[in-house]
């Protein structure tokens, strides 16, 4: 497997991480969608919904993440491309290839965070402006933006973790020891990026269930009320015309400027309304008027519900009702400020706790550049510890380090000096053995001299009583 996998190019690799990421968010907001934008209750996946809609809400959803996946089989292997080299090249000595792989050193660097901040800012924007280009309710556009944007931000996430660890991979295999490359971006600002979709995601998916949650208890309350008063105001009333009944709704209390009256007449035709009724609304009365007991709503994602009952007058039954909004720009513009000020409370501690990291990092990198600079004291430099975390171990680490560097130089030091001793001692045996061989030979050519005098001695000793000598 892990042997497959290194044979697919990288290119390939983060665009199908791209996919696999996109197939997760979207499995995850699946279900999420229809509650975050308080879909109406039996509307999707139904006859209903191929009546008002021609398509299924999964055809939808499935149509919409196959065409994201198709742009980023198109787009993404372009875009990296130029890493598929770093599997051609055999040396990744950078002296020697410097032309083939600054290239792939800079995309390396560069890509986690630009796909971080692309994956999180253009989708969005583009939705939030398509919207208004088809001229879209703001509340509508709005919350549809937020659900990408959160949905971006997750995405973002789990892309950026991946490309980091499949970049550097790459850097490993390149081994750069002296220098850096790309858009640099101190360590602030990359924990900042890091941290700002989580808090996005967080705000926002918030701000989400807050508003759904917000609109069903209002919308149920608003229903309640307009339902009893419907009932109340016709009941036990032999109500003669339609005129007679468009006075009696006349005279019960709206609750808002946007509410309105409307009467429905049995085959679908609107007799009177204050506003546009839509066919969704239209037909959701019809199709569940006996399921949610006389309570209808307007089009997906749409803040705006409706009561109604039936009437017989005059032998016809018409439909009585009163449409409302459940959540008005004013209240919509009114929550938004709240999470305006969560969010920039968060967003400021986020850049605290940046600052304070990033200023522990650099503390050690200026001290470290000191020392690196100053001769003269690199050996016997330390760092002083600031923090009771990693930093700290990081500080400690190096502090142990110096000596360690320091006790293998005096040991290097005594070794040198055992060595010369012994050289020394090597040096003056050498020369003995030359003295003790110079003075050998002449001792033993006297030696053999005297041998041959003790030998003649011997002879004449022996030759004084002998008559034949």
């Known amino acids: 497997m892990k042997n497959f996998f290194r044979k697919i190019p990288i290119n390939m690799k983060l665009t199908f991480a791209c996919i696999i990421g996109l197939l997760i968010v979207g499995l995850i907001y699946y279900p999420l969608i229809p509650i975050l934008l308080n879909y109406p209750p039996d509307s999707i996946n139904n006859d209903f919904q191929i009546k008002v809609n021609f398509f299924h809400y999964t055809t939808q959803y499935i149509a919409i993440v196959f065409f994201a996946i198709i742009t980023f089989l198109i787009i993404l292997p372009m875009a990296f491309r130029k890493l598929n080299k770093i599997d051609n090249i055999s040396n990744f000595d950078l002296k020697k290839n410097s032309k083939e792989l600054l290239p792939i050193i800079k995309t390396c660097f560069n890509y986690p965070i630009v796909m971080l901040l692309i994956f999180l800012i253009l989708p969005p924007l583009l939705v939030f402006i398509g919207l208004l280009i088809l001229k879209q309710e703001l509340v509508f556009s709005l919350k549809v933006t937020f659900i990408i944007f959160s949905m971006c931000a997750l995405l973002a996430l789990l892309l950026y973790s991946f490309s980091r660890f499949l970049f550097e991979t790459v850097l490993k295999k390149i081994k750069i020891t002296d220098s850096m490359y790309g858009i640099r971006f101190n360590l602030k600002i990359k924990m900042f990026l890091q941290l700002l979709p989580l808090l996005v995601f967080t705000i926002l998916f918030s ?19 307009y339902k009893q ?105 009114s929550i938004i400020p709240l999470f305006a000020i969560v969010f920039f409370v968060n967003l400021l501690f986020i850049i605290i706790i940046a600052v304070n990291y990033g200023n522990d990092l650099k503390v050690i990198s200026n001290n470290l550049s000191n ?57 003056l045996g050498q020369l003995i053995g030359g003295i003790a061989h110079n003075l050998k030979t002449p001792i033993m050519s006297i030696s053999g001299a005297a041998e041959g005098l003790t030998d003649l001695i011997k002879e004449y000793d022996a030759s004084i009583d002998n008559p034949r000598c």
Do not use: C
């Open 207 to 225: 701000f989400l269930i807050l508003y759904s949650q917000i609109t069903e208890i209002k919308g149920d309350s608003l229903f309640n009320y």
């Open 371 to 427: 020392i690196s600079n100053n001769s003269s004291n690199a050996l016997t430099s330390k760092l002083s510890v600031y923090s009771n975390d990693e930093i700290g171990d990081l500080t400690i680490a190096f502090n142990r380090i110096q000596d360690l560097r320091n006790s293998y130089i005096k040991q290097l030091h005594d070794n040198q000096d055992t060595l010369m001793e012994k050289e020394r001692l090597a040096s």
């Open 229 to 333: 008063s419907l009932t109340s105001s016709f009941e036990d009333k032999n109500v003669e015309s339609i005129d007679e009944a468009k006075q009696i709704l006349e005279s019960i209390n709206l609750q808002s400027s946007d509410d309105s009256l409307f009467i429905i007449s049995e085959n679908g035709e609107v007799y009177y309304s204050d506003a546009s009724l839509s066919d969704f609304f239209k037909t959701y009365i019809f199709d569940f008027e006996d399921t949610h007991n006389g309570h209808t709503y307007e089009y997906y994602g749409n803040p705006v519900q409706g009561a109604f009952i039936r009437e017989n007058i005059d032998g016809q039954d018409w439909i009585l009702g009163i449409r409302y909004s459940v959540f008005t720009d004013d209240t919509l513009f």
